[in-house]
């Protein structure tokens, strides 16, 4: 209560920094490697691969603490140099700055565990508990993994982020970066995402650092300027010669994916460059020999879920706080990523309901429109403009963009929609750009009703199962226990969040961010291969369920209009590098002033 009336004196107000539209056009710079260039340093890898495998974890672990370092001092440098391809807009820098602290917890956690494993027993979580898996009848492990020290509990309070195991299987941790020392190595192939830095490094850190595998990654074209970031910020893995960093459009790809050294092939980006990957043009069919002999591991897009589930607790105050909460979500990185709400599945019965899109319309109309800058996303928007004309709203002003470059484009918010009845345009197609629908469930007045209805349309109908939230009041969840605890288990994906966002629960390096185990390569959906992040190395991860609390304490660090985010940000990369009570303390202050 004190904290949370500090925050409403000294912070609480939205900031909005006039926009700075982008000055660069994405894929200008002047990187490439030529094709020559490319097959030598996957020689030189395929040379490197034995002597890296012979690296012990104790010594990966303080390669990745010298990366953790080196990251935190390219913190302003990514904000500068992403302003000029993406522009800058509400929090000033402060997103950019905030996505890339993501690689120093990453790098920092991970040590911690390779650390533990080089001793002998794993590192140990919170708690493990047990729960009967509804599907199977068979009892599944639930890892406790957040938050995981005295200062996390105060820094993230009302939090929690559990690993549920496959149902049935022990726990079990280490077994990739346990196999790998000692063994003959791996070349492995990176193509990296286009959309955010951050996303790149948890690749690497995957690839290089857990799996022992020596690595040559790609950057993408759109975002490769931050090429020299990430080099700067892993030249130590450079130096042990576990990883080059090449530049290049389709032909390096076409070299890196068909090369007969390459041993697998990591990506992270759409399901059209799986299948060209692995079907090589082919026609899909199941149970056929795949044309692509080489293992290709994959985290792609997902058309993300936000459920909003009827009952008592929806105060005015809460309706605005999880309004400008989607809204936040929304615009980050102008809706380009593989996490961003696209889909709200409301209740036709729900009181609040016409209250709570009155508010989103509000914030995202305050909120600044972005360049769309990715390629694609402008015909993306165009075409659900087009479907659904007679639902379209536009909010916020257009802005050219000078000498050709991206314009600032108005939100697309879509709302009404009927599952049954309207194109199921919006499930099927990930919007990637500044989209946002709402689909309006019909059911009985009961929760339940409710509850397994929107199962059974982010299950069955949605492309995708990558990340989806649930924001259900404390009030309401205790009242319905069952239906609302139904529903967290049969969403079947990879991350599900509930009264916390997406774009949270891929920040935490503590849990997984990957599909939901199963997916096939003729129908790929979100992806295959084991998950990313998962800094505690569990083995066998079914998927994350993290926990928020409905009323934080102070303003949640991903709000768009944060009003002190800069400052927020530094004062927690201090902290993530020297995790004592003092730089603690420096992150209180600018978090209340929020």
């Known amino acids: 209560p004190i904290t949370r009336a500090l925050n409403s004196v000294l912070g609480g107000k939205a900031r909005h920094e006039p926009a700075i539209l982008p000055t660069k056009r994405v894929g200008s710079t002047a990187f490439a490697t030529s094709v020559e260039e490319v097959e030598a340093v996957i020689a030189e890898l395929h040379e490197h691969k034995r002597a890296w495998a012979a690296v012990t974890l104790g010594e990966r672990a303080a390669l990745a603490k010298e990366c953790a370092s080196l990251a935190a001092k390219q913190l302003e440098a990514v904000e500068e140099v992403s302003a000029l391809y993406k522009g800058s807009y509400d929090t000033g820098g402060g997103e950019e700055m905030g996505a890339w602290t993501q690689a120093i917890f990453l790098l920092s956690e991970v040590a911690k565990s390779l650390e533990s494993l080089d001793r002998g027993p794993a590192r140990r979580p919170v708690s493990v508990s047990t729960r009967k898996d509804a599907s199977t009848g068979l009892p599944q492990a639930v890892v406790n993994v957040f938050p995981n020290t005295f200062f996390m509990h105060n820094v993230f309070p009302g939090f929690r982020g559990e690993l549920w195991l496959t149902p049935g299987e022990e726990p079990s941790v280490g077994f990739r970066a346990l196999e790998s020392v000692g063994s003959g190595g791996e070349l492995c192939a990176v ?18 650092i857990v799996e022992g595998a020596a690595v040559v990654c790609k950057l993408n074209p759109v975002n490769e300027y931050v090429g020299p970031i990430v080099a700067e910020t892993f030249a130590p893995l450079v130096k042990a010669g576990a990883l080059r960093l090449v530049y290049g459009g389709a032909e390096v790809g076409k070299t890196l994916c068909t090369h007969e050294l390459v041993e697998t092939i990591h990506m992270t980006g759409s399901d059209a460059t799986y299948d060209a990957i692995v079907w090589q043009g082919r026609l899909k069919q199941t149970g056929c020999e795949l044309p692509h002999k080489i293992p290709v591991t994959a985290e792609l897009g997902c058309v993300t879920p936000y459920v909003y589930v009827p009952g008592p607790g929806w105060t005015e105050s809460a309706i605005d706080a999880k309004a400008r ?66 639902k379209v709203e536009l909010l916020g002003e257009e802005t050219k963009g000078s000498d050709g470059l991206p314009d600032a484009l108005p939100w697309v918010l879509v709302t009404g929609l009927k599952a049954d009845v309207d194109d199921n345009h ?11 629908t709402e689909i309006c469930l019909d059911h009985d007045s009961s929760i339940e009703a409710f509850c397994a209805e929107a199962s059974k349309l982010c299950n069955e109908r949605m492309w995708g199962n990558l990340s989806c939230c649930v924001m259900v009041p404390p009030q309401t969840h205790k009242e319905n226990e069952r239906a609302v605890n139904s529903l967290i288990e049969e969403l079947k994906f990879g991350s599900v969040n509930v009264n916390v966002p997406t774009l949270f629960g891929f920040y935490l390096p503590q849990i997984t961010w990957g599909a939901f185990p199963g997916n096939k390569p003729h129908d790929i959906q979100s992806g295959c291969g084991p998950p990313v992040h998962n800094s505690y190395l569990y083995d066998n991860v079914q998927k994350t369920v993290l926990h928020g609390p409905w009323e934080p304490n102070v303003t949640p660090f991903w709000f768009a209009d944060h009003n002190n ?12 590098k020297r995790p004592n009570l003092g730089s603690f303390l420096g992150v209180v202050p600018a978090a209340v002033k929020g």
Do not use: M
Request: aromatic share 10%; net charge positive; hydrophobic share 40%.
């Open 325 to 390: 909460e989607v809204a936040s979500c929304k615009v980050h990185n102008a809706g380009c990523n593989c996490l961003s709400p696209q889909v709200l599945v409301t209740s036709a019965n729900w009181p609040e309901r016409e209250l709570f899109l009155q508010r989103l319309r509000f914030h995202l109309k305050e909120l600044r429109p972005r360049a769309v800058y990715y390629p694609g996303s402008v015909e993306r928007r165009a075409a659900f403009l087009e479907k659904y004309a007679d």
């Open 426 to 436: 919006a499930l099927q197609n990930e919007a990637w750009g500044p989209v946002l």
């Open 191 to 208: 193509l990296g995402a286009g959309n955010q830095h951050n996303v790149v490094v948890s690749d690497i850190v995957q690839k290089v």
């Open 565 to 576: 985010y800069p400052t927020l940000i530094r004062r927690f990369t201090n902290f993530l």
